[in-house]
């Protein structure tokens, strides 16, 4: 873990310069500076700061993986990685049925947006509840 987050500590670290000279630049220009992309490098600063702090933590306070050791071998990571799960037709429905609610937000058919919101939660039932039956189940 001390790979990414020294990742992060370098991408905060070039957002700490950058984002001033981007204020700097905007601000000379004729419309007196473009506060929108400003606060977003601002936030995406803080945001590289935080995940780096949060990584950098965590791996004073684990144990080393093989990748993370100098002596480690390709051999010691060998075993089980963990779930990967197969295709799932789930969540096109659930994107399906989002965007039957927002065009009826947007046409203001409340009746749509109900029927989708149905539908929806009859989707999103099905991809949370899609490994317990059928071919994948667990």
């Known amino acids: 873990m001390k790979a990414e987050a020294w990742m992060f500590v370098i991408c ?4 700490v310069l950058v984002t001033p000279t981007y204020w700097f630049i905007t601000a000379a220009s004729e ?12 936030m995406c600063t803080l945001l590289t700061a935080m995940v780096a702090a949060y990584l950098g933590f965590h791996a004073n306070r684990m144990d080393p993986r093989p990748e993370d050791r100098k002596d480690g071998e390709i051999v010691d ?3 089980e990685l963990g779930f990967f799960p197969p295709y799932s037709w789930w969540p096109l429905w659930c994107a399906l049925t989002l965007g039957v609610i927002v065009y009826a937000v947007a046409m203001m058919a409340y009746w749509l947006m109900i029927i989708g ?10 991809w949370i509840f899609e490994y317990y039956r059928g071919e994948h189940a667990h």
């Open 31 to 42: 419309h007196g500076g473009d506060w929108t992309g400003t606060s977003a490098l601002v």
């Open 77 to 79: 990571g060998a075993g």
């Open 12 to 15: 905060t670290i070039f957002l």
């Open 117 to 126: 919101a149905v539908l929806g939660v009859l989707a999103l039932c099905g």
